[in-house]
Structure formats: structure tokens, C-alpha cells
């Protein structure tokens, strides 16, 4: 029970954030496309590469703290399902080419971004 109010914690942290950057990107960037989604799913990325980084790479995060922070916080962050929703509405609506961009917008720079942020941490000795 411990370990799921710890994920729990987390999760409700990660979901307000998300909530209020998803919501500033879209309110500068405008409504045609998911931005924000985009740009939470990147920074989830990042943060998740170097989070991970510091548990398998330098074990200085243990077991509670990899699970309020990878599971719970970033977890509750990042927004693949809101992802698969948007792109699915955008090929509803005949909009191929935004649903493209999307789907490789968020694969590519997330997974750059995951690499990124290990090598960062791993760059500045962390």
C-alpha cells in the first residue's frame, strides 16, 4: 500500500503539471495541432532519460524515490494516450498530414530526447 501511495503521489503531481504545460504551449501555439502533447511527451522524455540515468547508471536514487519520480511523477507527466487520441482525431478529420507529423514528432524527439538526457547527466558527471 506504501508503494502505491508513493506512485499515487506521484501521479497527481505529474497530471498538474501536465495539465498546465500542455495548456500554456496550446494557449501560445494555438489548437490545430497538439502541441502541447508534443512538447509534454518531449520533456517527459528527457526527464525520463536522465531519471533513469541516475537509477541504473549511478544508483543514486533508490527503490522509493525511482517510483515517486520515473513511475508516478514523469509517469503521470507524459501523455501517450492523449497521443493516440489526438492522432486518431486528426486522421478522423482527413488531416494526414498533421496525424504524420505528430506520430513522428513525438517518436523521434522523444527518443532523442530520452538519449539526450542520459547523455547530459552523463556529460556533467551525475
Avoid at 498538474?16 to 522524455?45: D, E, K, W
Avoid at 503521470?76 to 498530414?97: K, P
Wanted: charged share 15%; hydrophobic share 50%; aromatic share 10%.
Amino acid at each position: 500500500m506504501e508503494k502505491a501511495l508513493i506512485v499515487g503521489v506521484g501521479s497527481f503531481l505529474g497530471g498538474i503539471a501536465r495539465y498546465a504545460l500542455s495548456g500554456l504551449v496550446q494557449r501560445h501555439l494555438g489548437t490545430a495541432f497538439p502541441y502541447g502533447t508534443m512538447v509534454v511527451n518531449v520533456v517527459g522524455c528527457l526527464l525520463i532519460g536522465g531519471v533513469l540515468h541516475l537509477v541504473e547508471d549511478r544508483s543514486t536514487l533508490g527503490p522509493d524515490a525511482r517510483l515517486f519520480i520515473a513511475v508516478g511523477l514523469i509517469g503521470g507527466f507524459t501523455t501517450f494516450s492523449a497521443f493516440g487520441y489526438e492522432t486518431v482525431a486528426l486522421l478522423r478529420d482527413s488531416d494526414l498530414r498533421f496525424a504524420i507529423l505528430n506520430i513522428s514528432g513525438n517518436l523521434f524527439l522523444g527518443l532523442g530526447a530520452v538519449w539526450l538526457g542520459r547523455t547530459i547527466l552523463r556529460a556533467i558527471g551525475a
